[in-house]
């Protein structure tokens, strides 16, 4: 199995917004809440599984490599930045 990084397998289940799913908006927006892996574009969506897909990391990061600035964030820690090659301000969450 192909990792992204040592231990993070390409296929790790991974959490993003319909609008990333459909490409219409960049990820702006990376978070992990209890561990798992939520690749959004940054707006407000409702807490409603009909606005999320779920995908392998490894194919968020095939559509934009830039994300793999922020692979190393742990568990209950965020990531967000203004525009895709804008800097990246990290938080908990
Ligand atoms: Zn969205």
Redesign the pocket.
């Known amino acids: 199995m192909s990792e992204l990084t040592p231990g993070l397998a390409y296929e790790t289940k991974s959490y993003v917004?319909?609008?990333?799913f459909a490409g219409s908006?960049p990820v702006l927006y990376v978070t992990r809440p209890d561990g798992s892996w939520c690749a959004?574009?940054g707006?407000n969506?409702p807490d409603d599984a009909a606005y999320y897909r779920v995908v392998g990391l490894g194919h968020v990061l095939d559509q934009d490599p830039t994300l793999s600035a922020v692979l190393d964030l742990q568990p209950d820690e965020e990531a967000e930045r203004p525009d895709v090659g804008g800097p990246w301000t990290r938080s908990r969450c």
Not at 17 to 20: D, M
């Open positions: 917004c319909t609008h990333v908006r959004l574009c707006d969506h």
